[in-house]
Every structure is written in C-alpha cells, then in structure tokens.
C-alpha cells in the first residue's frame, strides 16, 4: 500500500457517509458508560460525571477533529450527543452507586473495548474522506479511540490505561483500522467492513484481557 490509495478508498465511502452517525452514537454510549463506572470510583459528584463522561465520550473525536480541520467538532455538528450524555448522568449517577456491586467489571471493560472500537473506524472514515493516506487515516482512527480514555485518566489522576495496562489497546485498533483498509480495497462492500471491523478490534481486545496478553 502507497499513500496514493487514499483517494480511490475514500471514492468507496459514500455508504459510510450514512453509517457514520450510527456507528458515532454506539462509541459515544461506549465510551460515556465507561466514563461513568470510572468518575463514581473516585466518588464524584453529579457535574463530575459528566464531566469525565464528556471528555472520555468526545476527546478522542474532537482531537481528529482539530487535526483534519473539521469545523463544527462532531459534538456541536450533532448536538444531540450532548443532551443525550446530560440526560445519561442525570440518570446514571444515582443508578451507578446501586450498579458497583451488581454489574460485574468485564462490563465496563466491554464498554470502553466498544468506545474504542467504533471510535477508531469512524476517525478512519472521516480521514479516509478527508483523502489523507492510508498510514495517516489509520493512526487518526488509533487517535479517535484512545485519546477520550487518555483525557478520562489524566482527569482523574491516572496514568493513562493504553500507557500502563500492557495488553494490546492502541495495537487492537490499528490492527482493526488497518483490515478495514483492507477490506475497503479488496472490494468488501463497506458497511460489511465497517462493522466487522469494529467487532474485530473489540475481540482482540476483549481477548486479549481475558487470556491476559501483554505487550512487556
């Protein structure tokens, strides 16, 4: 692969155009539930939530956003994505106190693998249609999936998960952003290589933590 492939593969994404909203909304319910579990660890309050739910929900997006010049941010563009975090803290803040001692922690590990899951396939869309190169579309999908969690973790005095948790995380998006180029090249129509891509990244990384894979 060259870097002149770029433009062909974003001639092949006009179905994603249409599927992107979905699949944004999906890694924005992921990656909010994820923020929510890791704010009431720390015992915050209602604005605390939300805040950590936002950042981990829209950093990730808002950076790839800065970067491809997109103008408005993903957030603003679908606004809706906010009152739909602000009615989800409201709820879930009392819910979570309840949750801690019923929902068992693979839960909330599925949830952040999904948020970073789809994530990373829509900023490699959004890259792809920008017509960068194919290298580039992959690292801005990693950096859509892995930056919300890196904001989450430095806002509540963490190191951040994909720098210390030593199994594959930015490595399981890459993989999966990299086979749906793939993909999109051999001629796979595009929603079936979206979505199995997506799938693909939230398996390695689920397995990965199940069987306690490391990269040390």
């Given amino acids: 692969m060259d870097a002149t492939l770029a433009p062909p593969l974003a001639a092949l994404l006009d179905p994603a155009a249409r599927l992107t909203p979905a699949i944004e909304l ?16 720390k015992q915050m309050d209602v604005v605390g939530v939300f805040v950590v739910a936002f950042v981990t929900a829209f950093g990730g997006g808002t950076l790839r956003d800065l970067l491809l ?5 993903f957030w603003v563009e679908h606004y809706e994505y906010v009152l739909v975090l602000l009615v989800l803290t ?12 019923w929902v068992p922690h ?16 829509v900023g490699l869309v959004l890259a792809l249609q920008a017509e960068m190169p194919w290298i580039i579309a992959a ?27 030593g199994k594959p ?36 990384r689920m ?3 199940r069987r306690d894979w490391t990269l040390k």
């Fill in 26 to 41: 999906v890694a924005v319910l992921a990656a909010a539930f994820s923020g929510f579990a890791e704010a009431r660890k």
């Fill in 69 to 73: 010049d997109r103008r408005p941010f």
């Fill in 90 to 101: 409201l709820a879930a803040t009392p819910a979570m106190r309840i949750a801690r001692r």
């Fill in 106 to 121: 693979w839960s909330y590990v599925t949830a952040d693998a999904i948020g970073l899951a789809f994530f990373s396939i």
């Fill in 139 to 165: 690292l801005l999908g990693v950096v859509t999936g892995v930056f919300g969690g890196v904001l989450r973790d430095v806002i509540l005095n963490e190191v951040p998960m994909v720098l210390r948790d």
């Fill in 169 to 204: 995380y930015a490595l399981a998006s890459f993989i999966g952003c990299c086979g749906c180029l793939l993909m999109l090249k051999a001629g796979v129509p595009t929603p079936i290589a979206l979505w199995s891509s997506a799938l693909a990244i939230v398996v390695i």
């Fill in 207 to 209: 397995v990965a933590w």
